[in-house]
């Protein structure tokens, strides 16, 4: 065989997650984590595939958002909101890059005690909040370079890109969020019915 069919190869096997390169080896890579296309949270879902969920705090801050992101937190352009920007880890090993934005007039209260490293959707579930609806896109994207160091991959792994906003019972949005996922690490699956 060519070297460069080999390389060829090996490459599409690093990119359907088959192997991944650990220092100047291959190895054989564990099953993708398959989520759920649902409200259920990302814990939710690393833990029923037996998985051991984790977060790596990146960014936690209070920011002004453009004009889009405003409109679907139901706030004004000038009004600050909560910026939350985690690292997600299953079994430890980066997976994906979770941003997420929301209303501080429903939630600035999470400074008080919530853990970053845990679940976002079960503190906010304990402050009375259900979730009900949400709407989700998927397209699959090249991250930044920034994107890539984070979740340890390379500016060419393609990416699965979710943006998310979910509502409440009454409509009210409770958090606008922008996903990252390893294409190579992550798959999603959705339920599907014919109404």
Do not use: C, N
């Not at 814990?43 to 920011?63: F, I, K, N, S, Y």
């Not at 400074?111 to 906010?124: C, E, N, Q, V």
Request: without cysteine; positive net charge; hydrophobic residues 40%.
């Amino acid at each position: 065989m060519a070297r460069e069919t080999i390389r060829q190869a090996v490459h599409e096997l690093l990119v359907e997650g088959r192997i991944e390169r650990r220092g100047r080896g291959t190895v054989v890579s564990r099953p993708k984590l398959v989520q759920p296309l649902s409200l259920r949270s990302y814990t939710e879902g690393a833990q029923r595939m037996g998985r051991t969920p984790g977060r790596l705090l990146v960014t936690w801050e209070d920011v002004t958002v453009d004009a889009e992101t405003a409109g679907a937190l139901d706030v004004r352009p000038a009004d600050r909101v909560m910026h939350l920007e985690r690292v997600l880890l299953a079994d430890g090993v980066r997976i994906g890059l979770e941003s997420t934005y929301l209303p501080l007039h429903r939630l600035a209260d999470l400074r008080k005690d919530f853990d970053p490293a845990s679940s976002l959707y079960a503190a906010i579930r304990g402050r009375g909040v259900v979730f009900a609806h949400a709407i989700e896109r998927i397209e699959t994207v090249l991250p930044s370079p920034r994107e890539a160091t984070l979740v340890e991959s390379t500016a060419a792994m393609p990416m699965l890109l979710l943006h998310r906003r979910s509502v409440d019972t009454d409509g009210a949005p409770i958090e606008v969020v922008r996903a990252l996922y390893r294409g190579d690490r992550v798959a999603f699956e959705a339920a599907l019915t014919d109404r």
